[in-house]
């Protein structure tokens, strides 16, 4: 079944994930907590597998590190991983502008503190 949201967010994470590669090396606990701010919770049995393959595809390397006496990787962007992010930014951005060009505004539905809907209808600003 075809599921729009979850193909989406695959696409972004990765490219979340490369781009916080290409400011640095990052870990893969540290990662982890940038996906969590971003609203998406990322568990190690997906997180690590992703980098590996990232790694194989010569798009990020790793180097282990003792910090605090545990063993982490840290893992950069490679030129080919910085080709990828630029790219993948310029295309999203293009498509994204056709989107947010083309739909009507729409005054966002207000939430109360305690998550009751204020405001139910949606209108167009002019």
Do not use: C
Not at 11 to 28: K, M
Not at 33 to 59: F, I, R, S, V
Not at 87 to 105: C, H, K, M, W, Y
């Amino acid at each position: 079944m075809v599921n729009l949201r979850r193909d989406m967010t695959k696409g972004l994470v990765r490219l979340r994930i490369l781009h916080a590669a290409t400011l640095g090396p990052v870990s893969g606990v540290e990662l982890a907590q940038n996906l969590d701010a971003a609203g998406h919770h990322l568990g190690p049995g997906t997180l690590y597998p992703l980098l590996h393959d990232m790694e194989k595809a010569g798009w990020v390397k790793s180097t282990g590190k003792t910090v605090k006496g545990k063993r982490r990787r840290y893992y950069r962007a490679t030129k080919k991983g910085r080709s990828q992010v630029e790219q993948a930014l310029a295309v999203l951005e293009q498509f994204l502008l056709g989107i947010v060009e083309s739909r009507p505004r729409v005054k966002p539905t207000v939430i109360s503190q305690d998550g009751v809907e204020v405001e139910t209808k949606r209108r167009a600003e002019a």
